[in-house]
């Protein structure tokens, strides 16, 4: 989504006291001295950039979004990709433009295991459209204490073995974490090396997941056969990117689930509403763990 700054400019606030900043990663200050802050609502699932502005309030509370139809966006977005690294149609685009008539082997679905990085909002419901699709499932996530609700055809995982093992299987790996300084760097030469050869990436989550360089070099080496990539360290990806024209790479414009104003500005009014009539506030981001 465009960034979008604060309703009011400064200007306009100056000397006013304001309850709920309602922002889309403004630029770093922008709610350091606003009097009388007693929310901040981000628009954006992700607060990774709220939380390395170090002039954001660390006392006022800060809720991110989570919304059904955001979540329902990006595992729309998982399952296009499954099914096309899965299906070859990557490979059929290219030889289309190559006029090459050439059919591929064809596998099923429960002969391709994907594995969901990150088993949150988005996490969730990506594993739960692809189990439905067939597709064995193994989910990782932090905290072994926490589980919700099984889904049938959903493996949970937690921890590094289990990540190292569940690499070695996977076909089809997909990026749902928060960024944090334990998940920054996380798509590494070291992790890629434990996939298959050929497997697929769906980058899904943030551009500081990846070390470019490993990426690139996994896709040169074929270790990756095809790589979807919708966020990257530097967004909008420079023209000159190599990924923009690297064959085995498809690119998107950070667009895998976007805020959806209808139902986002609900989510928000429940909150203000909470906050206005002393109910607990949702979606509440732990600072301390970074997400
Ligand atoms: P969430 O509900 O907070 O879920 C985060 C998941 O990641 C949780 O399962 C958490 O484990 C797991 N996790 C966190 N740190 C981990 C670690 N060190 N090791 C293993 N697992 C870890 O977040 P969400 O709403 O699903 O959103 C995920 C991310 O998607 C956002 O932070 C954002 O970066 C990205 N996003 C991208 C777009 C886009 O358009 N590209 C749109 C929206 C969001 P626990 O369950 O144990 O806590
Ligand atoms: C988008 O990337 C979001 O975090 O909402």
């Not at 990557?90 to 030889?95: D, G, K, S």
């Not at 994907?114 to 692809?130: D, H, I």
């Not at 944090?180 to 497997?199: D, F, H, K, V, W």
């Not at 360089?213 to 790589?227: C, K, N, T």
């Amino acid at each position: 989504m465009p960034a979008h700054h604060l309703a009011l400019t400064r200007a306009e606030l100056a000397g006013d006291p304001v309850d709920v900043a309602i922002v889309a990663n403004p630029p770093p200050g922008s709610l350091a001295d606003l009097r009388g802050l007693r929310l901040i609502q981000s628009l954006w699932a992700g607060v990774d950039r709220l939380l390395a502005d170090a002039t954001v309030p660390q006392q006022v509370p800060l809720a991110r979004m989570v919304d059904s139809a955001m979540n329902q966006a990006m595992a729309e977005t998982a399952l296009w990709a499954t099914l096309a690294l899965h299906r070859g149609f990557f490979r059929y685009a290219a030889n289309q433009r190559a006029a090459q008539w050439l059919p591929h082997d064809q596998r099923r679905s429960d002969e391709v295991p994907v594995l969901v990085l990150g088993y949150g909002q988005m996490g969730q419901m990506t594993a739960k459209r692809l189990a439905q699709q067939g597709y064995p499932v193994t989910a990782w996530r932090r905290d072994a204490g926490q589980v919700p609700a099984s889904l049938p055809g959903v493996q949970v995982a937690t921890g590094e073995a289990a990540l190292l093992a569940a690499l070695a299987q996977t076909q089809v790996v997909i990026n749902l974490l928060p960024l944090t300084s334990e998940t920054r760097g996380i798509l590494c030469a070291q992790l890629l090396s434990r996939l298959p050869t050929g497997a697929g990436l769906v980058n899904l989550a943030r551009g500081a997941h990846m070390v470019e360089a490993d990426v690139m070099a996994a896709l040169d080496s074929g270790r990756l056969g095809h790589a979807v990539l919708d966020v990257f360290a530097t967004e909008p990806l420079p023209t000159d990117h190599p990924f923009w024209r690297h064959p085995r790479v498809t690119v998107l414009p950070h667009a895998a689930a976007m805020t959806d104003a209808r139902s986002a500005a609900q989510v928000v009014a429940r909150n203000v509403d909470a906050l206005a009539t002393g109910r607990p506030l949702a979606h509440l981001v732990a600072r301390y763990r970074g997400y």
